[in-house]
């Protein structure tokens, strides 16, 4: 009987349009649109060369040597720090205007930097130029001492040397546009929350009349409870490894070496999704409609903790106010993931499992606790 | 008046609903102002710009060590993190920090003995700031090797030279700009290009809904059978939809004006926002009347809502800005009206005066957007004159 | 004449929906339209309404060419739909408001107007109520009041009882009879030939769209040869007897199914007696007897060779 109850509650979700749409498609198509939006910097931020146009006001030697130092920083093999122009001064200001250029390098009996704004890219051009004066300033030092001091100037190395060496922490390359998507992943969990409180408002006798009906079925509720929960894991399970799918091989977007590990943070994650929507099914009292707003309400303003729309809010949330990074099951579901990325399966993200299967249990629970055995004040 | 009485009935009755759209400006609006609040104001002195580096010096006591540590945070600012893998992982991750610094045990001594020793560090791959720090750096070791080529001995004299060296800089000034609102108008972009995606929404929902209700096939049957010229329903429909636009216009300028009058009031960029948002807004209702014709259930209704204002603002740079989106996206993005609006948008804001040429550009989007609505509004007639025509068989 | 159509045809493709089909409806007339389903009644309908476009054939309503824009013809008719047509997300006053603004621009007698509608469909207890909580027969009620909110002089229903619980249907029946007394002329389709019966003057049945017969129930009825049917419930009837009963006088036509034998009698005052009488004298017990006059469905199986209903 079990078996025949799971099926046909199978195929009756299957065809339920509108709810497959909110918890399989929306959550592709976001997906896709968001890979549209950060495609740019999927790859991590490039060094693109700084556009500076220079203006020689007065041409003298030392001003050329500067410049061909400067040309020769244009012209670096590979990644060329800057894009230079040399041109007149009138044409220099109508590119800084039109943002052409970040900034303009007049050398006369001084060099100087023009710029429209303080930015990075104009602090590096600037850096440039002092590293030239304090070269220069040096070797003028150098000058005096060297007069002084015993030791040729010919056996210095003026090569600059590069003393830093990249090391990794260990783990994967950060790469915060990842976030983005395992919020997504965690809205698609909380999004299986249709899933329950559809389940929910067909076992109640007062929300439907199926569910009146049911309720006179001979079949134990549990039975009943039991095999609608399974129908709605599975297909919220399918839906979920579909998305996972896409992200991974259409989207290239990495979730790391341990891809059983993510799967079973889809599975716990399809749970507390159902879970959530069935607490909310049978705990308020209050129209469709209504409930499927407070669901949406819910899932977005915990996705948005984990994320979703600013990405730096979870890492706030977890700093400032931890103990809603604890009972935010997006949160803790977008930490999963990023924890499986990073750290791989260590205690940080046994932990988020682990709480979240106590939500999960804790929801199920209370659920369970108000539709078993209920007779109604009124249907 | 009865069809456009109607109308506005029906809009109440979705009221919460179309409420949320305004109440997501509203919100992001404040968000973003406090996030815009807590930055510098803009400066007319240069002032060297740094990045939020994290040392971590285990060299304790060494001479070079310090001095490093103190050349570097001149200009950058310091961002303390735990010696904790984990910890450091995270920050690197959310980019509280772009470039973390682990000076080794014993560094001062050994470079300072000539051994060819290195500094360890992490970095966001590839990142502007990681070339930024790493030239700090190398300019301040190299600087130390020079001096200790040249034969001086004395670490401390060294140092000091290295110091005197390193604060000869380059004069630079900043050109005051022709567009003084340059970067203020970074907050009325932003806001109006949000506009967008609000107006999207609330004009599909808006819309297709009094579309739905009134040409449910009996119900517009029975609208035929009245004493009613087909043209005078259809004008208080139209009447209905264009005080609904209106009215959203409206509240969703005045949303943002009201909430942030001293930094959004500046006539002429606001009053070609305003029309910017006035032409798009008309590219909303043409959406609008669209769906309205195809859609016929309410389920549809709130997923094509959903998935046309999402799709729209992500791939014409509403929620990230259209400069950092790849090439190939925005190529396809230009077959999208909100691009031109948002495009729109950022020229208005980069307009240092009203030259000919500069409004040309802006009146050409502007012009695109037109074009959109009016393809939009002839694809919606031709195919509800079709529909109407099947559903009266 | 109310309505007067004559040779209207419509075709839809190949199929011909309306065949040369004339109606005459007169002022004071509940005039009924009798079919079944597919006989052309709604598409008729949709053709005196100017919904439709018709290929040949001419209508006049209230005494004017009925076409789309004919405004002061359709300000005097009422249109109660098969299909419930009103707004989900208005209530059931809002509902009747509207409606009734499309035809009564000025407010005050609306409102009066309004308040009669309610009252006449029994709706008052619910005029807060959006129709998503109305039960069937009060949503039917509901979307009668719309159509005739503003007193037309002419009310087309088209099946508007369609799955509407007993008491409801009556109580629509009722309320149509009303208006008629009041003056109104009323065209009603239906299915259902108990309704028809009930309370049309006069009554036209349809078959492939054309109109096959046309009179009051009494003229129908006497159109056909069947005047009484018989029926008596009698057991192991020899089938040589049948033959013997077709002798008798008056009888059409003998049919012996189940243990049910029936009977079609022309007209005559004592068919019963006869049968009675040959019953008994050839010896056979029999059980229940029962004698009927012949209804529309008589009527339209010896015109058409098929049931009304299937």
């Known amino acids: 009987m079990f078996w025949n109850m799971f099926a046909s509650r199978l195929k009756c979700l299957f065809r339920d349009k509108t709810v497959i749409f909110w918890t399989a498609l929306f959550p592709i198509v976001l997906a896709a649109m968001m890979y549209f939006a950060f495609g740019g910097f999927m790859e991590g931020g490039e060094m693109e060369p700084i556009p500076v146009a220079a203006v020689e006001t007065v041409v003298s030697e030392r001003n050329e040597v500067f410049l061909s130092v400067f040309r020769e920083a244009s012209q670096e093999a590979g990644d060329p720090l800057f894009d230079l122009r040399i041109v007149e001064q009138e044409e220099a200001l109508r590119l800084l205007q039109e943002r052409e250029v970040d900034a303009i390098v007049e050398v006369g009996q001084t060099v100087t930097l023009k710029v429209l704004e303080n930015g990075l890219e104009q602090s590096i051009v600037k850096s440039f130029l002092d590293q030239y004066l304090q070269t220069q300033h040096m070797l003028e030092t150098l000058m005096q001492k060297t007069a002084s001091l015993p030791g040729a100037f010919g056996e210095m190395n003026f090569v600059s040397q590069s003393f830093t060496k990249e090391v990794s922490l260990g783990g994967a390359t950060p790469n915060l546009t990842l976030s983005y998507f395992y919020a997504l992943m965690a809205m698609a969990c909380l999004y299986g929350s249709f899933w329950g409180l559809r389940n929910m408002m067909d076992i109640q006798a007062n929300l439907t009349p199926l569910g009146a009906r049911r309720s006179i079925a001979p079949a134990p509720k549990w039975k009943v409870i039991l095999s609608d929960a399974a129908a709605s894991l599975v297909i919220q399970t399918i839906e979920l490894l579909a998305l996972l799918a896409f992200l991974i091989l259409a989207l290239q977007v990495d979730f790391g070496q341990q891809i059983g590990l993510v799967i079973l943070t889809c599975v716990v994650g399809s749970m507390m999704g159902i879970s959530f929507g069935s607490l909310i099914g049978a705990a308020s009292r209050q129209s469709e409609g209504v409930k499927i707003g407070m669901l949406i309400g819910i899932s977005m303003t915990c996705t948005f903790l984990a994320g979703l729309m600013f990405v730096n809010m979870k890492d706030i949330i977890a700093r400032y106010v931890p103990v809603l990074s604890y009972v935010n099951p997006a949160a803790l579901l977008a930490d999963a993931f990023y924890s499986l990325y990073m750290f791989g399966a260590g205690s940080r993200y046994w932990m988020n499992i682990v709480v979240l299967l106590g939500i999960t249990a804790l929801f199920s629970f209370i659920s369970y606790c108000i539709v078993r055995r209920q007779r109604y004040v009124s249907l | 008046m009865s069809v456009f009485n109607t109308s506005m009935k029906i809009l109440r009755s979705k009221l919460p609903i179309l409420l949320i759209y305004v109440v997501v400006i509203v919100m992001v609006s404040i968000l973003m102002m406090a996030a815009m609040g807590s930055q510098e104001n803009v400066s007319d002195t240069f002032e060297q710009k740094g990045c939020a580096i994290t040392v971590i010096n285990r060299d304790l006591g060494g001479k070079l060590s310090e001095g490093l540590e103190e050349f570097l945070f001149r200009t950058n600012q310091k961002v303390s993190i735990d010696d904790d893998k984990e910890k450091l992982q995270d920050a690197l991750y959310y980019e509280n920090t772009a470039y973390i610094l682990l000076i080794p045990e014993g560094f001062s001594e050994a470079f300072l003995a000539g051994e060819e020793v290195f500094l360890s560090k992490t970095t966001l791959p590839d990142s502007i700031e990681s070339y930024y720090v790493d030239m700090q750096i190398d300019q301040y070791l190299n600087a130390v090797r020079l001096y200790m080529q040249a034969g001086i001995k004395n670490t401390e004299e060294i140092l000091e030279f290295v110091s005197a060296d390193l604060d000869s800089s380059a004069n630079a000034e900043i050109i005051v700009s022709e567009n003084p609102n340059s970067d203020d108008s970074q907050l009325h972009i932003f806001y109006f290009n949000y506009l967008s995606y609000s107006m999207l929404a609330l004009m599909i929902l808006g819309i297709s809904t009094i579309l739905i209700s009134f040409h449910q096939k009996d119900l517009y049957r029975r609208n035929l059978c009245a004493p009613i010229k087909l043209i005078r329903m259809n004008g208080e429909l139209i009447l209905g939809i264009s005080v609904f636009a209106g009215a959203c216009y409206f509240i969703l300028i005045g949303c943002g004006l009201a909430l942030h009058w001293e930094k959004l009031w500046d006539f002429k960029l606001l009053s070609l926002l305003c029309l910017n948002f006035l032409v798009f807004s008309i590219v909303c209702v043409g959406i609008g009347f669209l769906t309205g014709v195809f859609v016929r259930s309410y389920n549809v209704q709130s997923a094509v809502a959903n998935v046309v204002t999402l799709s729209m603002s992500f791939l014409c740079g509403v929620f990230v800005p259209q400069s950092i989106m790849s090439a190939s996206v925005l190529k396809f993005s230009q077959f999208l009206p909100a691009y031109w609006y948002v495009k729109a948008n950022h020229l208005i804001g980069s307009l240092s005066d009203i030259s000919l040429e500069q409004l040309k550009a802006i009146l050409g989007c502007l012009g695109i957007e037109l074009l959109f609505a009016a393809a939009l509004f002839a694809a919606a007639l031709a195919i509800s004159k079709k529909k109407r025509f099947m559903d009266c068989l | ?310």
């Open chain 3, 1 to 310: 004449m109310v309505i007067e159509v004559s040779n209207l045809v419509k075709r839809y493709g190949d199929r011909i929906a309306l065949d040369h089909f004339n109606l005459n409806v007169a002022k004071g007339e509940i005039f009924g339209l009798l079919g079944p389903n597919g006989s052309g009644k709604t598409t008729a309908i949709n053709c005196i309404l100017a919904l439709l476009k018709y290929d040949k054939g001419s209508i006049r309503v209230l005494g004017t060419d009925m076409t789309p824009d004919a405004y002061e013809v359709k300000r005097r008719i009422g249109v109660v739909m098969q299909n419930v047509a009103v707004f989900e997300d208005l209530t059931v006053q809002e509902n009747i408001q509207y409606f009734c603004g499309l035809y009564i621009p000025e407010k005050q007698k609306r409102d009066t107007l309004v308040q009669e509608a309610i009252a006449f469909t029994g709706l008052e207890d619910y005029v807060k109520t959006k129709p998503k909580k109305l039960s069937g027969g009060l949503l039917r009620r509901l979307n009668i009041a719309c159509g005739i909110a503003h007193k037309p002089q002419l009310i087309i229903l088209d099946e508007p009882t369609v799955a509407v619980d007993p008491q409801s249907r009556s109580n629509i029946l009722e309320g149509i009879r009303r208006l008629n007394r009041e003056g109104t002329s009323v065209l009603y389709t239906s299915h259902y030939m108990e309704e028809i019966e009930q309370i049309c003057t006069k009554i036209a049945i349809m078959d492939q769209g054309r109109v096959i017969a046309l009179g009051t129930k009494e003229e129908l009825k006497s159109m056909i040869k069947t005047g009484e049917k018989i029926s008596v419930e009698i057991q192991g009837l020899a089938p040589e007897y049948l033959a013997s009963i077709r002798a008798l006088p008056h009888v059409e036509r003998v049919q012996y199914d189940k243990d049910r034998l029936e009977i079609h009698c022309s007209g005559g005052r004592h068919n019963l007696i006869e049968v009675l009488h040959d019953l008994s004298e050839k010896n056979l017990s029999f059980g229940r007897v029962y004698s009927e006059p012949p209804t529309l469905n008589d009527v339209f199986l010896e015109i058409t060779g098929k049931q009304l209903r299937d």
